[in-house]
C-alpha cells in the first residue's frame, strides 16, 4: 500500500458512528488501510446506497442490508454482523430520575413524561410498536417529537426540548447535557444487529471483506464494549 492509496469509503447509520471511528482507528494502527467513515441517518444511508451513489461499504441495520442485497446494492454473501445494540432512556442532566425497573414503571415514566423522544431508526420503530401494545399510543401522541435522521435524541432532551428521550445507548453515551438512565428492561428490551456488507459499488471489494472480517474479530471487542454495545457473536 502506498500514501496514493484512496481510503475506503464506509457509509453507515449515526447508531455506530463511534465504535465504527475507534474500530477503523485500530484497523489503521494494525496496518490496515484508512477508512473515510460517513454516518447518517439510516434511512438516508440506505437511500443514497439505493440510488447508486458509489461507496465502498455499508454498514447499517441487518434487515437494512439485506434488503440492499434483495437489491444488488450490496454484494451477496458479503454480510458480516458486527455489533448488537439495546435501548436506553436518558433525561436531562439534573431532571428528576423516574424508576425505570421493570416494564410498569417504564410504562409510567412514558405516561407522566412531558414530552418523549425517539429517533427514526429501529429503535423508533420498536417504540412506537411498543406504545401500541400499550394502549396508549394516542395518548401520548401529541407528545412525541420524532428525531429528524441523523440528530441524536440526546441532543434534544439535553437542549430541553424532550423530557424523556429513547435511543441506542452508543448514541447517547458521547453526549453532555444527559443523565442516562440505563437501558430498557430485559423483557421490554430490543436488540438492533448491525451488520456491514461490501457495496456493489466498491472497485476493491477484497479490501472491504477484510475490514470487516476485522470489526467483527475478537480483538474489537473491547472497543465495542466502551461504546456501549456488544460483539454481534
Known sequence: MTDATPPLHIISSMATRQVLSGLAEQYRAAGGPEVKLESVGGVDAAKRVQAGEPFDGVILASNAIDQLIADAKVLAGSRVDIVKSGIAI??????????????????????????????TGPSGVYLMKLFERWGIAEEIKPRIVQAPPGIPVG????????????QQLSELL????????????????????FSGGVAATSQRPDAVRALLAFMASPQATPVKQRNGMDAAA
Open 90 to 119: 436518558a433525561v436531562r442532566a439534573g431532571a428528576p430520575h423516574p424508576s425505570i425497573a421493570d416494564e410498569a414503571a417504564v410504562r409510567q415514566a412514558v405516561k407522566d413524561a412531558a414530552t418523549l423522544g425517539y429517533s
Open 155 to 166: 441532543s434534544l432532551v439535553a437542549r430541553g426540548e424532550i423530557a424523556l428521550g429513547f
Open 174 to 193: 458521547p453526549l453532555e447535557g444527559i443523565d442516562i438512565l440505563g437501558p430498557l428492561p430485559a423483557d421490554i428490551q430490543s436488540i438492533t444487529t
